[in-house]
């Protein structure tokens, strides 16, 4: 999808991008220190642009993840792909449709067809809602295991709770002791 001149993104390096396929060509063919004027500690620039001119949140936090150009390309050249999947299964229904198969088949067998495909984006959907998810824990789980452990096996609770078990034993003993024996 091609956007508003007044949208493109002009690289340092002036290139000048106008869709997500250019802008993953730019990354293979830019040099570290464009890359690098673009994303910094402070701001990224493609994570910007992705988000609020192309629209797409879910890219844009992935790109931002990105540790060099060369991951957020391999990053784009998924999206990509699954967008011309999705392109290539529209372009088939429709083909279906349209073409010469959908006039031997009766309308009934059409609404059948685009029936499966609506599940189909529906599943997909479905599926990127639960990676997203996934994704989510996977930060939380990162973000703990890089804090530095405050807690200590031996806390003031855990010794408590030990000091209280072996006194109820130690009563229980004395108790079986004095009756039993």
Known sequence: MDIAP???FYAR???IITNLSELKEALDKMDDDTYNHHVTDERNDFYEWIKHVVG????AKDISKAKSKDDA???LEKKIQKTQKKE???ESVEKEIHGKKAKKKAPKQIDVTLEKFDEIIQREKEIEKKEEKIREVEDR???QLKKPSDRKF???EFMQGIIV???????AFLIYFKFFS
């Open 6 to 8: 007044e949208q493109y």
């Open 13 to 15: 390096n002036e290139a």
């Open 88 to 90: 290539t299964a529209v």
């Open 56 to 59: 797409d949140k879910k890219l």
């Open 141 to 143: 789980i990162e973000k």
């Open 165 to 171: 078990g072996l006194l109820i034993a130690v009563i």
């Open 154 to 156: 031996f806390s003031k």
């Open 73 to 75: 390309s391999k990053i």
